[in-house]
């Protein structure tokens, strides 16, 4: 029980008033961007990461930490009041969390989802700990050809899962690709696509990627509807208790239990963040309230159906805190903008991350349980304050998140033609989003695309020029057969409802599409 | 019981459906043209590079030259996606990124018995039901004002300064993002602008250019 003192350790420092004061603003700014729709903590991540430089690293760790789980606590209560939910992940709470809230049962709705949050997110967070030893030892058996197998199960499981054919993931993360490579050769000093111009000699800077794809691109996107858009749908104010009774407890620890058994497992691998096993979870609550007869489902809201998606929304954040940190693989957006934090800091998350940054380290885990606790606080009660923020009008949202874009890229270095290069990468943002292509591949390949060549390279001089070296490993072998497994799901998937939607076209009844 | 007001279920809207935009049918295939032309950028660069004689496979040139193959191949597979169905809508992709279907899947979602979930893209479609009829398509002149205010803001920053410049920037999106208070937004402008000035200027320590300003303040 190494990892306890080491945990302890970690407490102390995250009990700093300094760090405190981080965790705190973190845990308000990432509920604020989990209930506003349209705002994420991977945008919140990219336009905090300029301006925070100057931050000692594990504050800034933990601030960012800490917009991730908020970004998960806050995402449902406009989903539950509103009907719109604040982030993809909250969509599964929302069937039966805005339904209860018709039903006036919302400040229910609202702490159990709370409730559920802080459960799933600290059970993962103790799985974290608990198995970090393990992932400590698997530093040891990790070369070239391990990091660039996992570097190739990331960039295709997030292409798989986030399109709606792999086709459009693939051509997004050869975008990710192009822009990463274009700069000095890292290996041999060569210039690569700098066009001789010495402004790309130190390549694109990857805040100059993500905050043009993420900040200036949705504000490009938003603009392209928000004249012809309405206001938002009218709110349900809710009354009474946000906590569950006795009987309610009975019917939710289940649920609870269920959500996090998804959300663990699909958190520490790449397929895109919170959707999957919240869509899961929803799906078992379904199906079990069938079979239970539970008439509450579908019709008044059932309890159930908003504790087991939100459980597993946040048992994946717990769950990508120790990919990231252990084996330096973001498996979602927010993830990815965490790594390229790390980079910015001169810091590679991955095995030897424990051993080399322990002081890092063990102080971000601790402040995951204090961030839970704070969230809790500044959720259960307040709901119904934090939904206030909806009534901010939309363009001065987007117009202060445009000021905040501009300048963080002139912080990155005092140089004008990063803000043109973002502006450039914006409107190429603003095009794939018109155009269904996923943006999330772009990030991961722009991040990890670097680390995959060193590898690739370094496995393959060593073997001079053996390609079989990178199937040499048992490890190796697991990553691509379970990639393989990927593929083919996903591959079958779309190929079955395109079949589907043939079928229906040649009927004439468009029911799936229109 | 008929549990929402919402647009009928039966579109198989599972979250965001989009309308019909100006794309619909083939037009995506200016994609294909842009990942087609990066690639032969790529291409060309990579022929090109100046490689010195001592790099040794795999050298610098080994892996463009994979990107170049996969974006080769990404754009002719879009191509044949495209080109066999031209009219495939694009359900769902924001605010979500993931595959609609597979999310459909997973959360055994049958199109009657889940709500309809309202994007904030959607609230266009909410209204068209109280009259005013739907007009379909980008609007272009929000997004070219924006391009433009942006790159406006750019040239100007290092003249004008810090303060100005930003919140001219602020002003000219809040007024094409449909604020209907130009004066009151001067004054949240500057407020912005300032406040921003102040907190990372003087309390983090980021140099703002101060333009012609610098030398009075």
Redesign the interface.
């Known amino acids: 029980m190494d990892q306890l003192a080491l945990l302890l350790g970690g407490f102390e420092v995250a009990f700093t008033p300094q760090n405190l004061l981080f965790l705190v603003i973190g845990a308000i700014l990432g509920t604020a961007v989990g209930v506003l729709?349209?705002l994420?903590s991977a945008m919140a991540v990219a336009l905090l990461l300029p301006?925070t430089f100057?931050l000692d690293p594990t504050g800034a760790f933990i601030m960012f930490a800490s917009i991730y789980f908020g970004g998960l606590f806050g995402d449902s209560t406009s989903?539950i009041l509103?009907?719109?939910?604040g982030?993809?992940s909250a969509?599964?709470t929302?069937?039966e969390g805005?339904?209860m809230a018709?039903d006036g049962r919302a400040a229910k709705a609202l702490g159990t989802a709370a409730i559920g949050a802080f459960f799933g997110g600290t059970i993962s967070c103790v799985l974290v700990v608990f198995f970090s030893p393990f992932i400590v030892r698997l530093a040891t058996v990790f070369g070239p050809a391990e990091y660039f197998a996992l570097a190739v199960f990331a960039f295709v499981a997030i292409s798989a899962?986030?399109?709606?054919?792999i086709?459009?993931g693939?051509?997004s993360?050869?975008?990710g690709?192009?822009l990463a490579?274009v700069g000095i050769?890292g290996?041999?000093g060569?210039?690569?696509?700098t066009g001789g111009s010495p402004v790309l000699f130190d390549g694109i800077s990857i805040i100059v990627i993500t905050v043009g794809l993420l900040a200036?691109g949705e504000?490009?996107?938003?603009?392209?509807?928000?004249?012809?858009?309405?206001?938002?749908?009218a709110m349900v104010t809710p009354t009474g208790s946000p906590l569950p009774s006795a009987r309610e407890w009975r019917m939710i620890l289940p649920a609870f239990l269920r959500g996090t058994a998804f959300g663990v497992p699909f958190g520490a691998i790449p397929v895109?963040g919170a959707?999957?096993p919240t869509?899961?979870a929803?799906?078992t609550e379904?199906?079990l309230a069938r079979r239970r007869g539970d008439p509450d489902f579908?019709?008044r809201g059932s309890i159930q159906g908003v504790a087991g998606p939100e459980a597993a929304g946040n048992a994946t954040a717990g769950s990508a805190m120790g990919a990231l940190l252990g084996l330096g693989i973001p498996t979602s957006?927010t993830a990815a903008m965490m790594i390229a934090a790390f980079q910015q800091y001169g810091m590679q998350p991955g095995p030897l991350l424990f051993e080399r940054s322990g002081d890092l380290v063990w102080p971000l885990l601790a402040s995951l349980f204090l961030g839970l606790v704070i969230l809790l606080v500044i959720n259960l009660p307040f709901a119904a304050v934090w939904a206030k923020l909806l009534v901010i009008?939309?363009?001065?949202l987007?117009?202060?998140i445009?000021?905040?874009a501009?300048?963080g890229l002139?912080?990155i270095a005092?140089r004008?033609v990063d803000?043109?290069l973002a502006?450039a990468i914006?409107?190429v943002g603003?095009?794939m989003?018109?155009?269904?292509?996923?943006?999330?591949p772009v990030l991961i390949a722009a991040i990890l695309g670097p680390l995959a060549?060193t590898q690739?390279?370094r496995a393959?001089?060593v073997s001079e020029?053996d390609p079989s070296v990178l199937l040499s490993s048992p490890i190796t072998i697991v990553l691509y057969a379970l990639l393989a497994v990927i593929v083919t799901v996903?591959v079958l998937?779309?190929a079955r409802?395109?079949a589907k939607r043939r079928t229906a076209d040649r009927v004439g009844v468009d029911?799936?599409?229109? | 019981m008929s549990i929402n007001e919402s647009p009928p279920l039966s579109t198989g809207a599972l979250r965001v459906q989009r309308m019909p935009r100006w794309y619909t049918g083939r037009s995506e295939l200016i994609v294909v043209a842009g990942v087609l032309a990066l690639a032969t950028v790529l291409l060309y660069g990579t022929v090109t590079m100046e490689v010195r004689e001592e790099d040794v496979f795999p050298g610098p040139q080994f892996f463009p030259a994979l990107v170049v193959v996969f974006l080769y191949a990404a754009a002719i597979a879009l191509a044949i996606e495209v080109w066999r169905s031209p009219q495939r809508a694009h359900v769902g992709d924001d605010p979500v990124e993931m595959s609609d279907e597979m999310l459909r899947d997973l959360g055994r979602i049958d199109e009657t018995s889940e709500i309809r979930v309202v994007s904030p893209e959607d609230y266009a479609a909410t209204t068209t039901d109280s009259g005013s009829p739907a007009r379909s398509g980008s609007d272009r002149k929000t997004v070219l004002i924006t391009i433009g205010a942006f790159a406006g803001f750019i040239v100007i920053l290092p003249v004008v300064g810090w303060l100005i410049s930003a919140a001219a920037l602020f002003w000219v999106i809040a007024w094409a993002f449909g604020s209907t208070r130009p004066l009151m937004d001067i004054a949240i402008a500057a407020i912005m602008s300032s406040s921003v000035q102040l907190a990372f200027g003087a309390g983090l320590g980021l140099s703002l250019p101060g333009g012609f300003l610098a030398g009075v303040l």
Not at chain 1, 223 to 231: A, C, E, T, V
Not at chain 1, 393 to 396: F, K
């Open positions: 729709p349209g994420g301006v100057s989903g509103l009907n719109t939910p982030n993809s969509i599964a929302t069937f805005h339904r018709k899962v986030v399109a709606d054919s086709v459009r693939l051509v993360l050869g975008l690709f192009a490579m050769d290996m041999t060569t210039e690569r696509f200036l504000v490009l996107h938003v603009g392209s509807y928000i004249r012809r858009s309405g206001g938002p749908g895109g959707e999957v869509f899961l929803y799906g379904k199906r579908g019709t957006a009008p939309r363009h001065y987007y117009a202060g445009s000021v905040v501009m300048l002139y912080a005092s004008i803000l043109w502006l914006g409107i603003f095009v989003r018109r155009f269904s292509l996923p943006v999330a060549e690739l390279r393959l001089a020029g996903s998937q779309h409802h395109t029911t799936l599409v229109k």
